[in-house]
């Protein structure tokens, strides 16, 4: 997610180096949007200020694509205006031998971009560091720059 919380660079050897901030908001609970469950609003407000969303599922369990329905169902609950804003869904743990299955099923319930990676094995890291600089160069405007001034 990109937001105002932290502070990261991208690998020297793929893009070069930019920083852009990230917010890392771990752990949305069934119930968080509503009934205040785990951090619950306490990590729901930090997302308000995130320019876009990246989610991530892990798809070494069965049915990945309930934890997308579980997160977006929450981002919808506590504001409805969290699912309108740009949203990357990054199907994690792909080294896991059942994982390309789990893959192309969940691909039928996201409409949203689905990359593939492994951050144990770092597959498809690269290529998501120059998504996400390519998304962040669309959304950072001349505009934008100026309202955080």
């Known amino acids: 997610m990109y937001g105002m919380i932290k502070r990261s660079c991208l690998e020297k050897h793929v893009i070069g180096c930019y920083s852009f901030y990230v917010a890392d ?46 997160l977006m169902n929450e981002l ?42 492994s951050t144990i094995e770092k597959i498809n890291i690269d290529k998501l560091m120059l998504y996400l600089r390519k998304q962040y160069d669309e959304l950072i405007t001349d505009e934008w720059r100026e309202r955080i001034k």
């Open 76 to 117: 919808h609950d506590y504001k409805m205006d969290l699912t309108k804003k740009p949203i990357t869904v990054i199907g994690n743990k792909m080294d896991d031998p059942d994982a390309k299955r789990q893959f192309d099923q969940t691909r039928q319930y996201i409409p949203y971009p689905l990359l593939p990676i």
């Open 25 to 70: 908001v771990p752990g949305i609970v069934p119930g968080a949007s509503k009934q205040d469950q785990g951090l619950g609003s306490q990590f729901l407000r930090h997302i308000e200020r995130c320019l876009a969303l990246l989610l991530i599922i892990d798809m070494s369990v069965e049915r990945p694509w309930e934890q997308y329905d579980l």
